[in-house]
T-cell receptor, first 114, second 113 residues
Framework: GAVVSQHPSRVICKSGTSVKIECRSLDFQATTMFWYRQFPKKSLMLMATSNEGSKATYEQGVEKDKFLINHASLTLSTLTVTSAHPEDSSFYIC??????????FGPGTRLTVL | QKEVEQNSGPLSVPEGAIASLNCTYSDRGSQSFFWYRQYSGKSPELIMSIYSNGDKEDGRFTAQLNKASQYVSLLIRDSQPSDSATYLCAVMGYSGSARQLTFGSGTQLTVLP
């Protein structure tokens, strides 16, 4: 149980394009979903927290107009990186939590912006 | 600023030995604590959660929590080369009304065959 999927697992795009990443909880309803970014050899940095049907809460320093988060249902959240630039290249990981405190992580999406 | 501190390592132990990973946290009000394992290039995988003072055992893994000392640890018995990974300590806290995990920087463990 507690399986979270992410799609795509890897994406390469040109600078200036937008990329959408999907995060799904497959066998449970996720009250809250979280988006993290991880740079090489660094720990996870929380970008935003989203609850189904409401606006995401972004961490300080994360541009909400650049990283668009939609949490349309209890099993799906999307992160769209708009007008991507090379500095946005990173490993993006989502996690999902039910009503408890445990977060289950998706497999991650490696974004490379050329 | 909530902080979670871990020794970055690397920590090397021989196969079959006990690996001991430590973590301290700054938010005294924290109630939930987690250990995740992360292999290179992969996302974190939950190993253990602990909520009460004392020890919690699951197979070869034992988590220990001491809220008075704001300290949580993970012991891995009979370490195997497949245990080689980065171990992340995470502490659940609240930012306003929102639950948030704060991660340590991770301890890199190498189990030598």
């Amino acid at each position: 149980g507690a399986v979270v999927s992410q799609h795509p697992s890897r994406v390469i795009c040109k600078s200036g394009t937008s990329v959408k990443i999907e995060c799904r909880s497959l066998d449970f309803q996720a009250t809250t979903m979280f988006w993290y970014r991880q740079f090489p050899k660094k720990s996870l940095m929380l970008m935003a927290t989203s609850n189904e049907g409401s606006k995401a809460t972004y961490e300080q320093g994360v541009e909400k107009d650049k990283f668009l988060i939609n949490h349309a249902s209890l099993t799906l959240s999307t992160l769209t990186v708009t007008s991507a630039h090379p500095e946005d290249s990173s490993f993006y990981i989502c996690s999902a939590a039910d009503s408890g405190d445990t977060q289950y992580f998706g497999p991650g999406t490696r974004l490379t912006v050329l | 600023q909530k902080e979670v501190e871990q020794n970055s390592g690397p920590l090397s132990v021989p196969e079959g030995a006990i690996a001991s990973l430590n973590c301290t946290y700054s938010d005294r009000g924290s109630q939930s604590f987690f250990w995740y394992r992360q292999y290179s290039g992969k996302s974190p995988e939950l190993i253990m959660s602990i909520y009460s003072n004392g020890d919690k055992e699951d197979g070869r893994f034992t988590a220990q929590l001491n809220k008075a000392s704001q300290y949580v640890s993970l012991l891995i018995r009979d370490s195997q080369p497949s245990d080689s990974a980065t171990y992340l300590c995470a502490v659940m806290g609240y930012s306003g009304s929102a639950r948030q995990l704060t991660f340590g920087s991770g301890t890199q463990l190498t189990v030598l065959p």
